[in-house]
């Protein structure tokens, strides 16, 4: 609601600024949330994720992103970035770098540890998974686990790139203005 209420103002006010929320990024940041809460969603049982060190980092890392983008929404729509130390912007693409390096790790770690006989996995769907069941197995959301780690890491790089593009454009606005 809150980026079509800036939409609508700076529509009808071209000299108003707009959000971050409005932005690339800031949409950007609530696909990844949203992504997030599905991925909880999936591995609500704690023996998914209790087997070994490296899925409780997944776990981790599943957590530590989630949070930090609710914090980003929320202090955004409270305006509370006024706040920082350093610009937004700056915080921001660092952020976006380091949750992008945490989702490249759990992308690569999750299939891994679930798929792979070596690591106690289960390379293939098990025969009590069957199709007459209407409820998804623990096997298939393993599955929607991993695929969904694969969608939030490639939201999260994409989040960096215009975070990145959005930081070099803030700074040049900067330094233009000295």
């Known amino acids: 609601m809150e980026v079509n209420i800036i939409k609508a103002r700076s529509d009808t006010d071209r000299n108003r600024p707009t959000g971050y929320m409005t932005t690339v990024p800031g949409l950007l940041k609530v696909c990844e949330t949203f992504v997030a809460g599905i991925i909880f969603v999936f591995i609500s049982d704690p023996n998914a994720y209790e087997s070994h060190a490296a899925i409780k980092w997944c776990m981790a890392v599943y957590c530590i992103c989630f949070i930090l983008?609710?914090?980003?929404?929320?202090?955004?729509?409270?305006?509370?970035s006024d706040y920082l130390t350093s610009p937004p912007t700056c915080c921001l693409s660092f952020y976006a770098l380091l949750a992008v390096i945490m989702y490249l790790t759990?992308?690569?770690?999750?299939?891994?540890y679930k798929f792979d006989k070596l690591h106690g996995g289960s390379p293939s769907r098990p025969s009590q998974c069957s199709s007459s069941n209407?409820?998804?197995?623990?096997?298939?959301?393993?599955?929607?686990?991993?695929?969904?780690?694969?969608?939030?890491?490639?939201l999260y790089l994409a989040d960096l790139i215009f975070s990145v593009i959005q930081f070099k454009e803030d700074d040049q606005y900067i330094y233009l203005q000295l």
């Open 106 to 112: 759990a992308t690569i770690i999750w299939p891994i």
């Open 134 to 154: 209407p409820d998804l197995c623990p096997f298939d959301k393993l599955i929607v686990v991993a695929v969904l780690t694969a969608v939030n890491f490639i």
């Open 69 to 80: 983008s609710s914090m980003v929404i929320i202090l955004s729509i409270g305006n509370c």
